[in-house]
């Protein structure tokens, strides 16, 4: 994956690092009295709304890990669940301050894989840009096949694949009209989700309270009885295993923060919006806070509330871990269910199709950027760095959406379980992309101090910074290692295995091939450009 060699342009190609020219400023935003931004007719526009931006922050990567994929930690115990999230979201919000900090100060549309390049190492920006491609265009088709899932709850006589061909047409269409328009989607789409959740969480609440047909006043009854904590349980091929005491309170929690970590991957969505807003200095930092309250409302809030209106060992529980992607298989559905309330399952699945339809057209989004991004960088075909006069990258649009026709796998059962091995492939690619934003923003952190300049100047700061971005990037590492330990609970599983842990060596080959292919060095402190698209106040 991303092995593409496409220029001679070796990476000790230096910017240059004094002041750019009064003609240049225009160009770059270098010095702008209000933090706005110009760009050239044939780039990527400054489109993104404040407002469209808010949202997304706010909503925006919220999808079936929060709805659906809480009902696998639940089964541990709330205790485990809360605090796998908790952790996690310290976690999630420390790289988006750490990108906030970046993208405020240093702005540019080369995503992630631009300050990779360009404070790192070239080749950590190929493999970064990459895998990030990669990730989104693998996920596309399965969150359109899930749509397709979502409806044959009502319509089960027509085949998943017209809804992907459906759905597929309709996202590809928005993604190819001006951005603003994707903004508007995505804003309207997000404000739905928003709503559904904080729907969600008061009648979890409620349920809590007393207010629902059955009368009984959980509160944190169920933290009790029948515990904050349940056995560890594991099985496969046809072995099980329980684990109990100290060491299976310790995998319930290492299990949560596991499945937290990809319920929160995708709310670095907003990063790659960063490129394309107006006055960063301004829309940026207001986007962070943002990010911090749905991480509190939304997922702490949600899953506090979950540990408090269903018990761990709940039949209606384990019956919905068994199902596919429904209504009847989130835990909000249980909830009602376990409080008299049967109506519920049609409405929590019709919005859960909002939520995998905004997710596949923030993929074409997502990967179309990064194509354009990786371009720039010379690090993809230069094709697909061509815009139209509405700043649309057509070509890399046109890439992204080719990956569609990979959700017909889904049709065949021998496909359809290679596909979804695929699937578990790139999701641990979303936390070594976290990795890099912790890894860039240490490294700029480095270059500042070795070039003299205080972080004072920077237009945006955080007290969480830069102590806090160590933190996080152990805390990922770990979660990286370590995602796979399913695979040796209660046998070796082979498959596991290999999807948990080959995404780390096809990120590393990428670096090794891009380093030794181009011989890029690492970016050394003192060298680093810092001056480029530079914000001044």
């Not at 009064?22 to 770059?28: F, G």
């Not at 995998?356 to 720039?376: C, E, H």
Request: charge should be positive; proline fraction near 5%; hydrophobic fraction near 50%.
């Amino acid at each position: 994956m991303g092995v593409f060699p496409f220029s001679k342009r070796g990476s000790d190609e230096k910017k240059t690092d004094s002041p750019p020219s009064a003609q240049e400023d225009v160009v770059a935003g270098y010095g702008s009295g209000d933090g706005s931004v110009d760009e050239p007719a044939d780039d990527l526009h400054r489109g993104m709304k404040p407002r469209q931006l808010n949202m997304m922050a706010i909503a925006g990567a919220i999808g079936t890990g929060l709805i659906v994929g809480t009902r696998d930690s639940l089964k541990l115990g709330p205790a485990p669940l809360l605090i796998g999230y908790l952790i996690m979201g310290i976690v999630v919000y420390i790289v988006m301050v750490a990108l906030g900090e970046m993208g405020a100060w240093l702005p540019h549309k080369k995503s992630f894989s631009g300050y990779a390049s360009r404070f790192v190492d070239p080749a950590m920006g190929y493999a970064t840009g990459w895998n990030y491609f990669f990730k989104y265009v693998i996920v596309l088709p399965n969150n359109l096949t899930v749509s397709g899932v979502l409806i044959s709850y009502w319509l089960p006589d027509i085949n998943v694949s017209v809804w992907i061909v459906v759905f597929g047409i309709a996202i590809i269409l928005v993604n190819l009209i001006h951005v603003s328009f994707f903004g508007e989607a995505e804003f309207w789409m997000s404000l739905v989700k928003a709503l559904v959740i904080l729907m969600l969480i008061l009648m979890c609440f409620i349920i809590a309270l007393g207010g629902s047909p059955s009368g009984f006043r959980s509160g944190f009854y169920y933290w009790q009885k029948p515990g904050a904590f349940a056995p560890f349980t594991a099985s496969a091929n046809g072995q099980s295993v329980k684990i109990e005491g100290d060491k299976g309170r310790f995998l319930d929690v290492w299990a949560c923060l596991v499945q937290a970590t990809f319920a929160y991957l995708g709310t670095e969505l907003v990063g790659v919006a960063f490129g394309e807003t107006p006055n960063p200095r301004k829309n940026v930092p207001r986007a962070v806070t943002q990010t911090l309250l749905r991480i509190i409302f939304f997922y702490i809030g949600g899953v506090l509330v979950l540990g408090m209106a269903v018990p761990w060992d709940s039949p209606t529980l384990a019956a919905a871990t068994k199902l596919k992607t429904s209504g009847l298989a989130s835990p909000f559905v249980v909830a009602a269910k376990e409080a008299g309330i049967d109506k519920l399952a049609g409405a929590v699945n019709g919005l859960l199709l909002v939520f995998t339809v905004s997710a596949a057209n923030s993929d074409i989004y997502l990967a179309s950027r990064t194509a354009w991004a990786l371009a720039k960088d010379r690090q993809a075909p230069q094709i697909l760095q061509r815009t139209n006069k509405r700043g649309v990258p057509i070509p890399a649009v046109a890439l992204s959406s080719l990956f569609i026709v990979l959700g017909f796998m889904n049709a065949t059962t021998g496909a359809a379980k290679v596909f979804g091995y695929f699937v578990s492939l790139v999701t641990v690619f979303g936390a070594l992309n976290w990795v890099a934003v912790l890894v860039s923003y240490i490294f700029m952190i480095r270059a500042m101090k070795a070039q003299g300049i205080p972080r004072e100047t920077m237009p945006y700061r955080n007290p969480l910074l830069p102590w806090g971005a160590y933190i996080a990037l152990f805390v990922t590492i770990l979660i990286i290692i370590f995602n796979g330990y399913s695979a040796f609970i209660p046998v070796f599983q082979i498959d596991k295995f290999m999807t948990s842990y080959i995404g780390i060596v096809v990120y590393l080959f990428n670096i090794f091939f891009w380093k030794f292919y181009k011989g890029t060095k690492r970016v050394r402190p003192e060298e680093a450009d810092l001056v480029t698209d530079r914000r001044s106040f």
